[in-house]
């Protein structure tokens, strides 16, 4: 009995030791095997490398730039012998046969093995890179002793930059392509041409860098704000630019996908070439963000244009594909231009859709005679796809699941999961973002396939990447900060096992991490600390409790003695332990403390109590089941710019509500809030109507005309009611109707988006 104890005491302690050990692997992405072992392996400047059988010095290569970044961070070298006498304290690589992302590291108290060639070498100086600085006092690296045998899970693991918005040098491109390489991603998709700026040089078209690589000026603030500056803006990179990077990207493992967007987002185009336009124009290089209508005409001299264009891009880039865009493109100057409709009777196409497939069928085969393969975005569905074509699926998964059951290769890039230009926590506490919410954890539980897809259809999925969109993203540091350590995780997804996930340990690792990147200077965010709030009223006791969260408490993922503490004019006044009953209106702060040092950022959380709030209201017509999430008495009015979940919303239809304050009183003011964003079809409502009632038969119309305040597109609607007493008040708010010819979804219905009411 006692020696069946014993063992299961012995099973349980290995068991913990093992889980205690691979914490101690901290290595992103994590690996597909890691086997622990007892010891530790100390490199330092008496360590040697050894290279066995590296007969095309394949991986000579790879140990010169692993020697170079140890000189770099810490100041010393290793030395490289070829004396296999010497088996101590030593780094050995032995060649494998064939160059892939495999690769082994044992780690033994004696030395360092490695098995592996050229890509899969770098993958295994990634890792160990990782290890020495986690397990580093002074110029000593006490590295655990484990087996790792590690391979990639998906074969295009992607990252995104979009220079045309905003422009980055030369040098911080190959420092994005280092943080490319470090992840273990191995493609940098290189946005390089829209509306707002051409950055690539042409040598038979030189107006495009002349004229089409600068604007007079550009958007400041949201876009809900419509304000600009007027300084003359710009920047491209010569081809001797790009053979640099490209050299320096190969160097890395890495491969570029150049886009040249066609046909739409061609306004820096048409500014120096307009022949090319449906139109006379003018036209400028766009200083505001969006989509336009002019767009590349299919006609013989664009097409030729074009092949012009990618002839030069093609002779740049070796990697096998070249990505065209293909989103966002108006059909209507090719609805009012002869040139397109008479091709379109030519070629027996149905409407503008199937022109735009016949556009990109037709680069397609120019690109395939050339030995190139076409990638868009999932608008190049429509119509038909191309015969070849790879599609990246960005408006959610529904494209690349249609493709891959075409049997066409797919990259998976939903906005949902995929766009690094969205907040990554509450927008009080981050940088000015385009909008959305995509925090680390849940890019993270990102699957690339999705379970519509049976095995063989899985195939065509090559993998995912995310998309770095730049309109409010003005320097490089803001890029490292919308990116990383989101890249991290989506590093992980692509390339670790998903039996081997776990955001726990991911969450660990990545604070550890953030040291890691402290060498590099990066300026990553560290929004995980932020604290998150939920205000709900309590069925039971029709109370509303705040409720304190924060993704490492929520994964337990926190250090020992971290808190959650709530502020007042910066003055700590309690600790968060447990939901807080809320029964008057206030104002604080709360905030994440570790040693008594607070981490992240303050989060603000307000809430106003007045004789609305908690009270029920009901609509004649539900809202969007796509803007359903918001509630209009609870005390909190939405936050600029737009977080979806904060907001009631109809499309085309009236909101008409009626609310029950419980019991007569008199009222001073009633408050609604409204939304404008011309850009994305929300009006203001064209009427408003407000009816009071004590009995809920006979109504009143307040007839007092509202006072209108606006912020950053937030309208307020403040009626002086003067005393009037009600216990029943029914609104409607009228939708504006049709969207007019010329605006942003002309001749769609309107939606009308709701914020908080407010009685007093």
């Known amino acids: 009995m006692k020696t069946i104890q014993f063992t299961i005491l012995f099973c349980i302690f290995m068991f913990i030791h093992k889980v205690n050990c691979k914490a101690q692997v901290n290595i992103i992405p994590y690996p597909a095997s890691v086997d622990i072992m007892h010891g530790a392996f100390k490199l330092d400047k008496s360590t040697s490398i050894v290279l066995i059988d590296d007969i095309l010095n394949i991986n000579q290569l790879e140990v010169e730039q692993f020697n170079l970044w140890i000189l770099q961070h810490y100041g010393f070298k290793l030395n490289q012998t070829n004396n296999l006498k010497d088996n101590q304290n030593i780094i050995q690589i032995r060649s494998e046969k064939t160059e892939t992302e495999k690769y082994e590291l044992n780690i033994q108290g004696n030395k360092i093995a490695i098995k592996a060639s050229g890509e899969g070498l770098k993958n295994a100086f990634e890792s160990l890179k990782q290890l020495m600085h986690a397990n580093k006092k002074e110029n000593v690296f006490s590295i655990p002793a484990c087996f790792i045998i590690d391979s990639a899970g998906f074969q295009w693991r992607g990252m995104h930059l979009d220079v045309s918005r905003h422009f980055y040098d030369k040098a911080f491109v190959k420092k994005y392509i280092d943080y490319i390489s470090m992840y273990k991603m191995n493609v940098f998709h290189w946005h390089l041409t829209d509306d707002q700026g051409w950055r690539i040089e042409i040598k038979k078209h030189p107006k495009l860098t002349e004229i089409g690589a600068w604007r007079k000026g550009s958007m400041i603030g949201h876009y809900n704000q419509h304000q600009f500056d007027t300084l003359r803006y710009g920047g491209f990179y010569t081809q001797d630019d790009i053979k640099e990077i490209v050299a320096y990207a190969k160097l890395k493992h890495v491969t570029i996908v150049p886009e040249i967007e066609m046909p739409g987002h061609a306004m820096a185009a048409l500014s120096a070439y307009p022949q090319l336009a449906c139109t006379s124009g003018p036209f400028e290089v766009e200083k505001q963000w969006g989509v336009f209508d002019d767009v590349f005409c299919p006609k013989p001299e664009t097409f030729q244009f074009l092949e012009d264009v990618l002839t030069e891009v093609m002779a740049l880039f070796p990697g096998e594909y070249i990505h065209v865009g293909g989103d966002e493109c108006p059909k209507e100057r090719w609805?009012?231009?002869?040139?397109?409709?008479?091709?379109?009777?030519?070629?027996?196409?149905?409407?503008?859709?199937?022109?735009?497939?016949?556009?990109?069928?037709?680069?397609?085969?120019?690109?395939?005679?050339?030995?190139?393969?076409?990638?868009?975005?999932?608008?190049?569905?429509?119509?038909?796809?191309?015969?070849?074509?790879?599609?990246?699926?960005?408006?959610?998964?529904?494209?690349?699941?249609?493709?891959?059951?075409?049997?066409?290769?797919?990259?998976?890039?939903?906005?949902?999961?995929?766009?690094?230009?969205?907040?990554?926590?509450?927008?009080?506490?981050?940088?000015?973002?385009?909008?959305?919410?995509?925090?680390?954890?849940?890019?993270?539980?990102?699957?690339?396939?999705?379970?519509?897809?049976?095995?063989?259809?899985?195939?065509?999925?090559?993998?995912?990447?995310?998309?770095?969109?730049?309109?409010?993203?003005?320097?490089?540091?803001?890029?490292?900060?919308?990116?990383?350590?989101?890249?991290?995780?989506?590093?992980?997804?692509l390339w670790t096992p998903i039996e081997n996930k776990n955001l726990t340990r991911f969450l660990n690792n990545i604070q550890s991490h953030f040291s890691y990147l402290d060498l590099y200077q990066t300026n990553y965010a560290p929004s995980i600390y932020n604290i998150n709030y939920e205000i709900k009223k309590d069925s039971l006791s029709n109370q509303f409790n705040l409720k304190l969260s924060n993704v490492l408490f929520d994964n337990n993922a926190q250090m020992p003695g971290d808190s959650i503490v709530l502020l007042k004019d910066n003055n700590k006044i309690e600790f968060y332990k447990s939901p807080i009953v809320l029964n008057k209106s206030f104002q604080l702060n709360a905030q994440y403390q570790r040693n008594n040092k607070l981490l992240g950022k303050a989060c603000p959380i307000v809430f106003s109590f007045n004789k609305a709030t908690g009270k029920n209201i009901s609509f004649k017509e539900a809202p969007s089941k796509f803007y359903n999430k918001g509630n209009l008495t609870d005390g909190q009015k939405a936050h600029f710019p737009r977080i979806n979940n904060e907001w009631l919303a109809w499309s085309g239809q009236n909101m008409e509500a009626s609310l029950n304050l419980n019991d007569a009183s008199f009222i001073e003011s009633i408050d609604l809030g409204f939304l404008k964003n011309e850009q994305d079809w929300i009006y203001l409502p064209s009427q408003v109507e407000i009816f009071i009632s004590l009995d809920n038969i006979h109504f009143v119309k307040v007839d007092t005309q509202p006072s209108i305040s606006e912020i950053n597109g937030k309208y307020n609607y403040h009626y002086a009611v003067n005393k009037l007493k009600a216990q029943y008040i029914n609104i409607t708010a009228t939708c504006a109707p049709n969207i007019a010819t010329g605006k942003p979804g002309e001749g769609e219905s309107a939606w009308l988006f709701v914020d908080e009411i407010e009685i007093k």
């Open 335 to 493: 609805k009012n231009c002869s040139n397109c409709q008479n091709l379109i009777k030519k070629e027996a196409l149905k409407d503008e859709h199937e022109l735009q497939s016949y556009f990109i069928q037709r680069i397609e085969k120019f690109l395939n005679k050339n030995n190139k393969k076409l990638i868009g975005w999932d608008e190049i569905l429509e119509g038909g796809l191309a015969q070849n074509a790879a599609v990246m699926s960005w408006r959610g998964t529904e494209g690349g699941i249609a493709a891959a059951k075409q049997n066409h290769f797919v990259v998976m890039t939903p906005g949902t999961h995929c766009y690094f230009d969205h907040y990554q926590g509450h927008p009080t506490m981050e940088p000015l973002a385009i909008g959305g919410f995509t925090p680390l954890e849940k890019v993270y539980n990102f699957n690339p396939i999705p379970s519509e897809l049976n095995a063989l259809e899985s195939k065509y999925i090559l993998g995912a990447q995310a998309n770095v969109w730049t309109e409010y993203i003005n320097t490089s540091k803001e890029v490292e900060y919308f990116a990383i350590p989101r890249m991290a995780a989506l590093a992980e997804v």
